[in-house]
């Protein structure tokens, strides 16, 4: 009995049970169902696509750091066997397959993490189609028809999917939009981070989400047309929404850091967040969330805006005229 009290005394950090708890085995298991709370389902996941950290990390945020127990990356699939090795080994990602369809009826929710956007929706498609719910890593598609017919496809069969950049679901990006709402009057916005119009996996896109996503969100997602000056693989973009907001992005590649300022009637005012992250970050939570329960954190359409965005980014990087966006 002493030992069985240590024991138990141990596992639950030291709360007291009374003589009678342990009356029984089903006593002992209500005891600790109503400590630890109800009993979350195991999430098997799978990811295809190994090229970028991500897989990696994620491997260590659910098997080495076990932000959310019971949620396991246990198959991944790599562009090149190297890929594949590398994940596995950074994040402890148990089995290594050589076709994605063999985790087929072996998880229960996918991750694809390619680097270039024009990959994902293929991957992805045969699990969706076998209600797999499934987290696209950004940018969600490489067109927005394409997109359009995915979402349309998920919808109809009702497979919870969704795609985001990480920063636009970070809690500094909430806090920035709380902020942005109590100024008042915003004529103008200028938004700096690291974009390579030349990138191979995707030009604008590959980076260029994490300013685009992020400044909709805070600022909203009507916008009406773009236009972009290149200078070699650098350059700006003007950016007018339907509102009569005109913001300035800065594609940087001489640094990483991130800047925002926004003009008011008192200036220009540089726009920081002023909350620590949580841990895990919330874009984690959302995603395990959305598995567990099929809860989408953001609407379809607010996947594509992003997308049409990038798009017409994209095409006036090479025409260096206005481009209007469209969905």
């Known amino acids: ?65 076990k932000k959310f127990p019971g949620v396991e990356v246990l198959y991944v699939w ?21 076709d ?76 920035m939009k709380k902020q942005v709402q109590a100024m008042g009057k915003i004529t103008q916005v200028i938004w700096a981070g690291p974009v390579d119009l030349d990138s191979p996996w995707g030009g604008v896109f590959f980076y260029g989400i994490h300013i685009v996503e992020p400044m909709m969100h805070v600022f909203g997602e009507d916008v009406e047309r773009v236009r972009v000056t290149r200078n070699g693989k650098d350059g700006t973009a003007n950016v007018i929404f339907k509102s009569g907001l005109a913001a300035t992005l800065i594609f940087k590649n001489a640094s990483r850091s991130r800047e925002t300022y926004v003009e008011t009637k008192d200036g220009l005012v540089e726009l920081k967040s002023t909350v620590q992250e949580p841990d895990p970050e919330q874009g984690y939570k959302d995603i395990v969330e959305m598995f567990r329960t099929g809860k989408e954190p953001r609407s379809h359409d607010s996947i594509l805006n992003t997308i049409a965005v990038l798009e017409a980014l994209e095409k006036s990087s090479v025409t260096g005229q206005w481009e209007w966006v469209g969905v």
Do not use: W
Request: glycine share 8%.
């Open 1 to 65: 009995m002493n030992s069985r009290r240590s024991f138990i005394k141990k596992i639950t950090g030291g709360v007291a049970f009374s003589a009678a708890a342990f009356s029984s085995s089903s006593a002992l298991a209500s005891e600790l169902a109503s400590i630890q709370g109800p009993m979350q389902k195991r999430i098997r996941i799978g990811i295809i696509g190994a090229e970028n950290s991500h897989t990696a990390a994620l491997g260590k945020l659910f098997n080495i750091d």
């Open 78 to 98: 790599g562009e090149t066997d190297e890929f594949a090795q590398a994940a596995a080994k950074g994040g402890k990602i148990p089995n290594i397959v050589k």
């Open 100 to 175: 994605p369809k063999e985790m087929m009826g072996k998880i229960d929710a996918l991750v694809v993490d390619h680097r270039h956007a024009k990959y994902h929706l293929e991957a992805a498609t045969p699990f969706v189609k076998a209600k797999i719910p499934t987290f696209v890593d950004k940018p969600f598609c490489y067109r927005v028809e394409e997109g359009k017919k995915f979402l349309a496809m998920a919808r109809e069969i009702g497979t919870p999917v969704t795609s985001f950049s990480s920063l636009t679901q970070m809690a500094g990006t909430a806090d």
